[in-house]
C-alpha cells in the first residue's frame, strides 16, 4: 500500500484529505507542522508529499520538498496563493506539480494516482539543476487559468522553443512573453520587443534584419537589426498575425536556418534568439483563409499559451484593483481608497479591455478622487450601467432582480422601480441622470412623477 503524508496547518483540511486520499486505498499520515513533517519525512518511508506551500510556520512548502526531494519521495504541492514565482520556484526545485486552492477532487485524485503511477514505473523524477531566481514578475492573479498561465511558463525555463501566446488585446501578452523571458536561462540577455503591425514590410524587415548602406532611401550606414541586438536572449513579436506573406516567409527563414540577412546585403548572419511572438487573432482561421502561412504557424506555435481575459477570471480583479491602486499610491505620494460596494461594482463589471482597461481605470480613478475615498459615484457611467444591465438579464444574479422583474411589470412600473434603485445607490442626483441618460431636469421631473423625494421615496 503507497503512504502518503499529507501537510496542511489546518487540522480539518488534513483530515479531508485523508478521507480522500484513503478512497484510493492509500496510507495517509497527516501533519500540522513543517518540523513535525520533516521528521516523519527522515524517520520513516513515503511514496508522496503532499503539501500547502503557505504553512504558518519559518518554513513552507517549498522547504518541505527540498526535504523530501533527496529522499525520493515525489511532491505535490497546494496552494491558495498561487503566484508566479511560485509556480517557477515548484518547478525548479523539482515538484511532481501544484494546484490552486480550492481544489476539484477529481482532479487531485487522478494527479496522485499519476505519480505514484509515474513512481511505480521509473522510480525517482530526473532531478532539475538549480539556477539562481529571475526578477520578480509583475503578473497579478491566482485563479486556477493564470495558474495554467504560470505551470507553462515555469515548464519552459529551460527550454529554446518557440512561443505562440495568443489572447484578447489587454490581456498582458507582451508581460507572459518577458516572464517566460525572465525565468529562461536566457534571463540575463536582452529582452527585445517589437510591434509587427505598427511598421509596414520594408520598415519591419529593416529593424528586425537590418540594412546595408545604400539598400533603400535613407539607408546612409549600415545598421544590425533586432534578431541580431538579441542575441542569446529573446525576440518578442507581438502582433504577429498583422504581418504580410512576403515578411512570413522571410521570417519562416530564419526560424529554420537560425540565420539571418541584412536587406541589401548578400551575407549571411548567424543569430541565437529565441523567438516568442503574439497575437489577438485566430491564425488557425487566417492559415484556412490563406493570408497566413501554415508552416510559419507550425513553427511558432511549438508551444501556444493562452492568456485568460479578465472576465473569466473575475476573482482576479481585486487584487488586481489593490495591485495598481498601490502603484499609483506610489507614484503619486498619496493613499487611495476603494469603497467596498464600489469594490464589488468593479469586482461585476466584464471589462471588454480586459487588464489595460482596469489599469487605466484605476489611475482615472485615483486622479480624479484627489485622496478622498473612490466611491460608486466616481465610477464611469458606463461601468455602473454594464454592470445593472448585467444584473438586469442574469435572475439570480442580484437582489434586486426578482423585486424588479419577476411579476412582468409594466414599463412604467418597471421605470419607477429602476429609478428606485439608482436613488439607493446614488447620493448624487447628476449620477443619476447620467446613467439614466436624462438631464437633469428630466430627472427631477421622473422623480417628482414617482414620488422620490431627496433620494427617497
Known amino acids: 500500500m503507497a503512504r502518503v503524508l499529507v501537510v496542511d496547518d489546518s487540522k480539518e483540511t488534513c483530515e479531508f484529505l485523508e478521507e480522500l486520499l484513503e478512497t484510493l486505498g492509500l496510507e495517509v499520515v497527516k501533519a500540522t507542522q513543517p518540523d513535525r513533517a520533516i521528521e516523519l519525512l527522515h524517520k520513516e518511508p513515503f511514496d508522496l508529499l503532499l503539501s500547502d506551500i503557505n504553512l504558518e510556520a519559518k518554513k513552507d512548502g517549498l522547504d518541505l520538498l527540498r526535504e523530501a526531494k533527496p529522499l525520493g519521495v515525489d511532491t505535490i504541492l497546494l496552494s ?44 525517482q523524477a530526473t532531478e532539475r539543476a538549480a539556477s539562481p531566481k529571475g526578477k520578480r514578475s509583475l503578473m497579478i492573479g491566482s485563479s486556477p487559468k493564470m495558474m495554467a498561465v504560470y505551470k507553462t511558463i515555469a515548464s519552459l ?16 501578452k507582451e508581460l507572459v512573453a518577458r516572464s517566460i523571458h525572465l525565468s529562461s536561462d536566457r534571463r540575463d540577455r536582452p529582452f527585445v520587443a517589437i510591434n509587427c503591425g505598427a511598421l509596414t514590410e520594408t520598415l519591419l524587415e529593416s529593424e528586425l534584419f537590418g540594412h546595408v548602406k545604400g539598400s533603400f532611401t535613407g539607408a546612409v550606414g549600415e545598421k544590425p537589426g533586432l534578431f541580431e541586438e538579441a542575441s542569446g536572449g529573446t525576440i518578442f513579436l507581438d502582433e504577429i498575425g498583422e504581418t504580410s506573406p512576403n515578411f512570413q516567409v522571410r521570417l519562416l527563414r530564419v526560424l529554420q536556418e537560425q540565420e539571418i540577412r541584412r536587406v541589401g546585403g548578400t551575407r549571411t548572419i548567424k543569430v541565437d534568439s529565441r523567438v516568442i511572438a503574439a497575437t489577438n487573432r485566430d491564425l488557425q482561421q487566417m492559415v484556412k483563409a490563406g493570408t497566413f502561412r501554415e508552416d510559419l504557424y507550425y513553427r511558432l506555435s511549438v508551444v501556444e499559451l493562452a492568456v485568460p481575459p479578465l472576465r473569466e477570471r473575475r476573482e482576479d480583479v481585486s487584487p488586481l484593483l489593490d495591485h ?5 499610491a506610489q507614484k503619486d505620494q498619496q493613499a487611495y481608497h476603494l469603497h467596498p460596494e464600489a469594490r464589488r461594482v468593479l469586482e461585476a463589471y466584464s471589462w471588454p479591455g480586459n487588464v489595460r482597461e482596469l489599469a487605466n481605470a484605476v489611475e482615472n480613478l485615483t486622479q480624479l478622487s484627489r485622496g478622498r475615498e473612490i466611491t460608486v459615484d466616481d465610477l464611469p ?20 432582480v ?35 441618460g436624462v438631464d437633469r431636469t428630466t430627472l427631477y421631473r421622473k422623480l417628482k412623477r414617482y414620488g422620490f423625494h431627496e433620494g427617497g421615496e
Open 80 to 123: 491558495g496563493f498561487g503566484t508566479l514565482e511560485t509556480a517557477i520556484e515548484a518547478v525548479r526545485e523539482g515538484a511532481f506539480d501544484f494546484l490552486s486552492k480550492p481544489w476539484n477532487n477529481e482532479e487531485l485524485k487522478a494527479l496522485v494516482t499519476r505519480a505514484l503511477a509515474r513512481r511505480q514505473s521509473s522510480g
Open 324 to 328: 495598481f491602486l498601490s502603484e499609483f
Open 157 to 172: 525555463q529551460a527550454s529554446r522553443a518557440t512561443v505562440l501566446i495568443t489572447g484578447e488585446s489587454g490581456t498582458g
Open 402 to 436: 426578482p423585486a424588479l422583474i419577476e411579476d412582468w411589470p409594466t414599463l412604467d412600473e418597471l421605470e419607477r422601480r429602476y429609478i428606485q434603485i439608482l436613488v439607493g445607490r446614488h447620493r448624487e442626483k447628476q449620477r443619476i441622470a447620467e446613467v439614466l
Open 381 to 400: 457611467a458606463k461601468i455602473q450601467a454594464d454592470v445593472l444591465k448585467r444584473t438586469l438579464r442574469e435572475p439570480g444574479a442580484g437582489e434586486e
